[in-house]
C-alpha cells in the first residue's frame, strides 16, 4: 500500500512539473512576440468587395479599393465573380 502511495504522487508530481515546464515555454515564446496591432476600421473594396484594413486601403475617385489594380479599373463589374 505504501509503495502505491510514493507511486501515485510521483506520478502526480511529474505531471505537474512538466505543466509547470510548458507553461513557462510559452511564457518565453510569447514575449518574443510584438504586441498585437491595434484594430483599425475595415473598409469594402468599390470593386471586388473584400475587407481590408483602412490603413492597407488605396483611394480613388471617391471610392476605397483593395489594390492599385482595382483602383484603375474602377467599379466596373467585379463583384459577380
Known sequence: M???LVLILLVIAGV???KRALREAARKDDAGRPPPAASEE???CAHC???L???EARQAAGAIY???EHARLGQQG???R
Do not use: T
Request: aromatic residues 4%.
Open 2 to 4: 505504501g509503495k502505491l
Open 16 to 18: 505537474w512539473l512538466v
Open 42 to 44: 475595415l473598409v469594402r
Open 49 to 51: 468587395a473584400l475587407l
Open 53 to 55: 484594413p483602412r490603413g
Open 66 to 68: 483593395c489594390s492599385e
Open 78 to 80: 467585379g463583384r459577380g
